[in-house]
């Protein structure tokens, strides 16, 4: 069981992402910052609960999520690279 807190300043603002995770499995998503989405965290916060913590699941996860509605111009490989 272990917990993630990592935090990066993108031109469309800092996101900070903090995970709780048992037994490689993601249990817990909160995410924070003062990006300029239009999208609910919520969302992609809910896709993430339940998956295992490695990148291609997490690359799984947000194949469908258009990153940018949620927070601004970054790119999804840098949200997921902030993330593992």
Same mark, same amino acid.
């Given at each position: 069981?272990? #917990?993630?807190?990592?935090?990066?300043?993108?031109?469309? @603002?800092?996101? $900070?992402?903090?995970? $709780?995770?048992? %037994?490689?499995?993601?249990?817990?998503? %909160?995410?924070? @910052?003062?990006f300029f989405?239009? @999208? &609910?965290?919520? &969302?992609?916060? #809910?896709?993430? %609960?339940?998956?295992?913590?490695? %990148?291609?699941?997490?690359? +799984?996860?947000?194949?469908?999520?258009?990153? +940018?509605?949620?927070? @601004?111009?970054?790119?999804? $490989?840098?949200?997921?690279?902030?993330?593992?």
């Amino acid at each position: 069981k272990f #917990n993630i807190s990592n935090s990066k300043r993108f031109p469309s @603002g800092t996101i $900070d992402v903090r995970l $709780d995770v048992n %037994k490689g499995i993601i249990e817990n998503v %909160k995410i924070y @910052g003062d990006f300029f989405g239009w @999208g &609910d965290v919520a &969302d992609i916060e #809910n896709k993430l %609960k339940g998956i295992r913590y490695e %990148k291609s699941s997490l690359e +799984n996860a947000l194949k469908d999520i258009d990153i +940018n509605n949620y927070f @601004g111009n970054i790119e999804k $490989d840098d949200f997921i690279n902030l993330i593992y």
